[in-house]
């Protein structure tokens, strides 16, 4: 299984930007797909999933109203559209594939991507 990050980048407070990830090797319709974050010095956290058996997107508190998670099953990819971006978003962003349903914890998914960094200056 591979999962391939890309779409970071540096920009300013209240700006936008647009994650991609592609996977393969696995069965992408049935698993969640989820992105999240680490910044320096903080543990990696959850910022959005979609569930594998609906498509039904989920995101964490700090970023909704900012952030959409959603997929395309047909080229087994799944994309975080990032608005209104703050400095406090700065992170290395990861994408994930979990086939335990229910439950968007990092320790729940399998399959990780390589990460891309988001900055976003002040």
């Known amino acids: 299984v591979q999962l391939q990050a890309s779409g970071g980048g540096l920009v300013q407070s209240g700006g936008s930007l647009r994650l991609s990830c592609v996977a393969s090797?696995?069965?992408?319709?049935?698993?969640?797909m989820g992105w999240f974050r680490e910044a320096p010095g903080k543990e990696r956290e959850f910022v959005a999933a979609t569930d594998g058996r609906n498509g039904m997107p989920y995101s964490a508190d700090s970023v909704k109203g900012r952030f959409v998670v959603f997929r395309d099953n047909t080229k087994n990819m799944v994309f975080l559209r990032m608005d209104t971006l703050k400095p406090e978003d700065t992170a290395v962003y990861y994408c994930a594939a979990s086939r335990t349903y229910g439950s968007y914890s990092p320790n729940d998914f399998a399959y990780w991507g390589q990460g891309t960094q988001v900055t976003v200056s002040s």
């Open positions: 090797g696995l069965t992408f319709s049935r698993y969640n």
